[in-house]
């Protein structure tokens, strides 16, 4: 053979995946939007319930969003037709724009094709183009937010998670003249635990830097009107950018950035993932308009999602359940060990037709293996139950889970009140 043997290296470097218990098998499932937490899985030919969907609200199955888009989709067709600079630019994206900018108390909102697009986008556009820039990461950031400032080429340093003292420390260090950019999630989507946002921003006031804030895992589900953490915290006016998802708490696909005039302009005249990147479908753009008029409106749903997050973490919690002692709708259950976190969730799916999927490297380092549920607002106390009887059944079936748990459980105590108001 002549040359790289690129078919071994292919082979090889799957099997490797296959022996670290880390290779990825997707299910096979066609969701019910009639129920909305329910999916026809075509590998078993049965229902199933879905305990890990990023659809939060499950606003993805709300009525109002499927009759949106449905009308949408008559009288537009399939496709935008193109990039937002030639001919993808629509009245529905325009309209979603400035409804983005209200949401955030913004001028000015831009929309992508996904939120890791968002994040790639807006931060290789202002680490690149802003002289001599730093920007200051939290150790836990997104791999969308670190590949943003890969490709931004700027200085960068990465700081404690959510501790706002090294931060500073670090931020200090730098020249005052230097334009710095503080990033961060509000909500992180593996622990489900919430940044200290006001300690950040004072941070930032002290030395002039830039906030950038991650709310994907909170806009929606969150704040009297949606908006996020920012929001129910007192603290959009602190935020000088923020990206958001479409994809999670509005239930459909797509991501934005929001803030000045100029700053989303900024990024809009400069962003490869946003100039050469077809736009979102002017069906889904309208489906997505209504979730957000029905969430600014209507907190319903972000209550029902507090009770039954408090609800399913006490039971984890009286039936010895390892659940992280988040205050947030994330419960992640920790296995630490990528074999058992699968064999777990097989056992799930075949015995009990619970559909979840584990979390491993490199989503979570080596070690924290855990199983990521996300309850609904459409779950009810049946499903609820169903969950732990199955989750007490499966963990108790494996031996080395109970070896694993024994030897470094976690401080899982916290106080299900603490739960509930964080969430409304």
């Known amino acids: 053979m002549n040359g790289f043997d690129f078919a071994s290296c292919f082979a090889e470097t799957l099997q490797n995946l296959r022996r670290e218990e880390r290779y990825r098998v997707f299910a096979d499932l066609e969701r019910d ?23 939060y609200l499950a606003m993805g199955a709300h009525p109002d969003v499927i009759r949106a888009a449905g009308a949408a989709l008559e009288r537009y067709g399939a496709g935008a037709g193109g990039t937002r600079n030639i001919s993808g630019t629509t009245h529905e994206h325009v309209l979603l ?36 820039c730093v920007i200051f990461s939290d150790e836990l950031n997104h791999a969308s937010m670190i590949e943003g400032i890969r490709h931004s080429g700027a200085d960068k340093r990465i700081f404690r998670h959510n501790d706002w003292r090294d931060l ?42 830039f906030t950038y804030v991650d709310e994907v895992h909170a806009v929606g589900l969150y704040g009297a009107r949606g908006a996020g953490v ?21 239930g459909a696909i797509g991501g934005y950035i929001a803030g000045s005039r100029d700053a989303v302009d900024f990024v809009r005249s400069h962003a490869p993932g946003f100039i050469f990147s077809t736009a979102l479908p002017p069906s889904v753009v309208s489906g997505i308009r209504a979730a957000l008029d029905h969430l600014k409106e209507d907190g319903s ?59 491993n490297y490199p989503t979570v380092p080596r070690g924290t293996e855990r199983l990521r549920i996300t309850p609904t607002p459409l ?6 139950d169903a969950l732990i009887a199955a989750l007490v059944s499966a963990l108790g079936a494996f031996p080395r889970w109970t070896e694993l748990t024994a030897a470094a459980q976690p401080d899982i105590h916290v106080s299900m009140q603490e739960n509930a108001d964080a969430i409304s």
Not at 97 to 122: C, I, M, P, Q, W
Not at 328 to 344: T, Y
């Open 33 to 55: 939007s009639h129920s909305g937490v329910h999916a026809y899985d075509h590998r078993t030919g049965r229902r199933v319930t879905v305990w890990c969907s990023n659809d």
């Open 97 to 132: 724009e400035r409804e983005l900018a209200d949401l955030h108390r913004k001028e000015s909102a831009l929309l992508f094709t996904s939120g890791y697009v968002a994040n790639d986008a807006a931060l290789s556009s202002l680490g690149r183009f802003l002289p001599g």
């Open 168 to 209: 500073e420390r670090q931020i200090a260090s730098v020249c005052k003249y230097r334009p710095k950019i503080i990033c961060f999630e509000s909500c992180y989507s593996m622990d489900g635990d919430f940044a200290p946002m006001e300690a950040i921003s004072d941070v930032a006031r002290r030395h002039g830097a």
């Open 230 to 250: 920012a929001e129910r915290d007192g603290l959009l006016d602190r935020i000088d950018m923020f990206q958001g998802t479409l994809s999670k708490g509005f």
């Open 301 to 359: 749903a972000r209550i029902a999602l507090a009770r039954r997050a408090a609800s399913l973490k006490a039971k984890m919690l009286a039936n010895g359940i390892p659940v992280l002692p988040s205050p947030s709708h994330i419960l992640p259950v920790m296995i630490g060990d990528a074999a058992l976190a699968k064999a777990i969730t097989d056992r799930l799916m075949a015995e009990d037709g619970i559909y979840i999927q584990p979390i």
């Open 379 to 384: 779950h009810t106390d049946e499903d609820e």
